[in-house]
Nanobody
Framework: VQLVESGGGLVQAGGSLRLSCAAS????????MGWFRQAPGKEREFVAA????????SYADSVKGRFTISRDNAKNTVYLQMNSLKPEDTAIYYC?????????????????WGQGTQVTVSS
């Protein structure tokens, strides 16, 4: 299984970015997809997740109303649209995939991870 993120970069506060994560190696639509992030000196944290069909989404309180997760099962790709970016959103963003039998916010629920893409928000 391979997950490849793209779309990161440097943006000013208030700006937008869209991250993509292309998956290969197993049936994409059979798994929950999640986005996590890790800021310098901090632990990795949950950002957003989307159900297999895309009908259900979950968000961390810190990004609710600003970020939108979506997926295209025909393209084996999950997206994270990030609007109204803040300097505190600066982090490496990782996508992950898993069956998730308990809760989408727990890292252990995901069995494959991408290499990450850097997002830097300047003030």
């Amino acid at each position: 299984v391979q997950l490849v993120e793209s779309g990161g970069g440097l943006v000013q506060a208030g700006g937008s970015l869209r991250l993509s994560c292309a998956a290969s190696g197993r049936t994409f639509r059979s798994y929950v997809m999640g986005w996590f992030r890790q800021a310098p000196g901090k632990e990795r944290e949950f950002v957003a997740a989307i159900s297999r069909s895309g009908s259900s989404t979950s968000y961390a309180d810190s990004v609710k109303g600003r970020f939108t997760i979506s997926r295209d099962n025909a393209k084996n790709t999950v997206y994270l649209q990030m609007n109204s970016l803040k300097p505190e959103d600066t982090a490496i963003y990782y996508c992950a995939t898993g069956l998730v039998s308990y809760t989408v916010t727990r890292e252990v629920e995901y069995d494959y991870w991408g290499q990450g893409t850097q997002v830097t928000v300047s003030s």
